[in-house]
């Protein structure tokens, strides 16, 4: 379980006659899944269309709504960190799931084009899609966990590990069931296909549910490409003032990476030169595709180690030429310095 997917409901406000118990329930959850969705090893994707459309019922959380509800029902909450971390993945177009791109996905990964009926398929439980809170939400997510079914079918690695983070639902299951009848084109009679097709999706109700990621379980090359590949690489130069390129020739950089006991000075790794931003970049995706990984589940933070066949800077405390590079994962952020080589 790598991926989870953002059910709309969790973002949704209460209804209109929700008690004040109700509302702050729903706030502290809000609260622990943007925490986590922010901060976690997990990709969170979420359907931007469909939590776009609960403007349109007045279910959006707006802060100014957030704020009402904090004033008339004295609830003792912040909301700084609740907005700022929406904003935070709601803004982030990687973990946007556009259906056309799944439709492009399910043509390449079956061969063919699927075409549905929203009445041909089937959700369980039905409350699951019931508290969904109109029908455009309604259309959206289905064709969205149509086209992922038809996905997972094939073998696809990104919904061979997709769970649904959702809030409690009173019959407890523990997964939905998406069922479709597909529809052969006309254009494509000759492909012998299944008229139905079935999966399961695993629902997580609390992030406190989510199992920590152990070393042996993400030492694994597919996931650390994960990581490369939704993670925001912090340009090296603006990274804590330039911290990692302090120096305008490479033996100020080198003079840079030694600790200088005497006034108090400790060094910072350093990369030669050569190494702008987007070629630091570079050798960030690099260590991270190939690098040796070391995870910190308890911390939330990712370390991946990697040499190089060419010297890349300067490694504290001594500031000899090293090949070896430290890249830190935190917070969906990348940053790295070189560091002396074993």
């Not at 986590?36 to 100014?64: M, V």
């Amino acid at each position: 379980m790598a991926n989870v997917l953002i059910d709309p409901i969790i973002v949704a406000i209460p209804t209109d006659n929700a008690t004040k118990e109700e509302i702050e329930d729903w706030l502290n959850s809000l609260a622990l899944w943007l925490e986590e969705a922010t901060n976690s090893f997990y990709g969170w994707y979420y359907s931007w269309k469909a939590i776009y459309l609960l403007q349109d019922c007045n279910r959006y959380p707006h802060p100014q709504i957030l704020q009402a509800y904090k004033t008339r029902y004295k609830i003792d909450i912040n909301l700084k960190p609740i907005l700022q971390r929406l904003n935070e993945l709601l803004r982030n177009e990687q973990f946007d799931l556009q259906i056309m791109d799944w439709q492009t996905k399910v043509m390449d990964e079956l061969g063919y084009t699927l075409v549905f009926e929203n009445s041909s398929t089937n959700i369980q439980p039905e409350e699951f899609s019931r508290r969904w809170p109109t029908t455009e939400i309604y259309n959206e997510m289905v064709e969205l966990l149509v086209h992922f079914a038809a996905c997972k079918y094939a073998g696809e690695a990104f919904t061979n590990d997709l769970s649904v983070g959702t809030l409690p639902l009173l019959t407890a299951p523990t997964a939905i069931q998406v069922q479709v009848v597909t529809t052969i084109p006309a254009s494509e009679p000759e492909l012998g296909l299944k008229e139905s097709i079935t999966q399961a999706f695993d629902l997580v109700f609390t992030p406190v549910d989510l199992p920590l990621f152990d070393k042996g379980n993400f030492n694994d090359r597919r996931l650390a490409q994960q990581l490369l590949t939704t993670a925001t690489h912090l340009r090296a130069s603006k990274y804590e003032n330039g911290k990692h390129v302090n120096g305008k020739t490479n033996d100020e950089r080198k003079n840079n990476a030694k600790d200088n006991v005497a006034k108090g000075k400790i060094g910072n790794g350093q990369y030669s030169l050569e190494f702008d931003d987007a070629k630091i970049t570079k050798l960030e995706m690099e260590a991270i595709a190939n690098g040796q990984i070391e995870l910190r589940a308890n911390e939330k933070v990712c370390f991946i180690t990697y040499t190089f066949p060419d010297i890349i800077g300067f490694a504290a405390p001594t500031g000899e030429p090293t090949k070896t590079i430290l890249t830190e994962w935190t917070s969906r952020n990348v940053h790295s310095h070189p560091i002396q080589g074993s």
